[in-house]
């Protein structure tokens, strides 16, 4: 079954600390898509990154980074020097590579930053 | 350009009540999904449309719930006979096509029933 799990209901951290938002994910799939949204307080999703299951490479974008591990299904994302701004929640995301009829969202880390 | 838009923002409803969610995608965009967000959950999915095929509703909780799409544009989600248990954010997104990522989403209609 697919399945997307994100342990952290809820993470503060002080501005300028790093934080990881830990993802790990099931599939039956080989291959198979893997996202990151960010959900701000106004409500609306922001498409952050998507990763292919034959792309093991960690990306880095500015202050985001993702570390993609097949070997433990786990899909993180650090947030280096946090701002308030980034105060949201975030969530991972599964979909199959060939079929986007469902994804499959896990239940989402809440950041709070503080200054 | 114009992103998804759906309407109203707010519904609030007595119970056994029907109520209809509507979604404009982003124009072009082929597919279209619903989810619900409950309170202090994750996404969960609900419907997908592509183009003129058949929908997959196999995310559709109960037959309470319908949705469809009219002209390959417009999507109405429609959930009959509400119980408290429904009320969430209904989110609507959008796509080229099921190869196309990402998905584009509306921001949401919060659906309280009473």
């Known amino acids: 079954a697919q399945k997307v799990t994100q342990a952290q209901t809820e993470i503060s951290v002080v501005e300028k600390e790093d934080v990881t938002l830990d993802c790990v994910y099931e599939t039956r799939d080989t291959t198979y898509y893997l996202f990151w949204y960010k959900q701000p307080p106004s409500g609306e999703l922001v498409f952050l990154i998507r990763r292919n299951s034959f792309d093991e490479q960690n990306e880095i974008s500015g202050r985001y980074s993702w570390n993609f591990q097949k070997s433990t299904s786990s899909f993180n994302f650090t947030i280096t020097a946090s701002q308030v701004v980034d105060s949201a929640v975030y969530f991972c995301a599964l979909s199959d590579l060939y079929n986007f009829n469902k994804f499959y969202f896990g239940s989402g880390t809440k950041l709070n930053v503080k200054p | ?114």
């Open chain 2, 1 to 114: 350009g114009a992103g998804v838009s759906q309407s109203p923002s707010n519904k609030v409803t007595e119970k056994g009540k029907d109520v209809e969610l509507r979604c404009d995608p982003i124009s072009g965009h082929t597919a279209l999904y619903w989810y619900r967000q409950s309170l202090g959950q994750g996404l969960e999915f609900l419907i997908y449309f592509q183009g003129n095929s058949a929908p997959d509703k196999s995310g559709l909780p109960s037959d309470r719930f319908s949705a469809e799409r009219t002209g390959g544009s417009v999507s109405t989600l429609t959930i009959q006979r509400t119980q408290q248990e429904d009320s969430a954010v209904y989110l609507c997104a959008s796509s080229y096509g099921p190869e196309e990522q990402p998905q584009h989403f509306g921001d949401g209609t919060r659906l309280s029933i009473l």
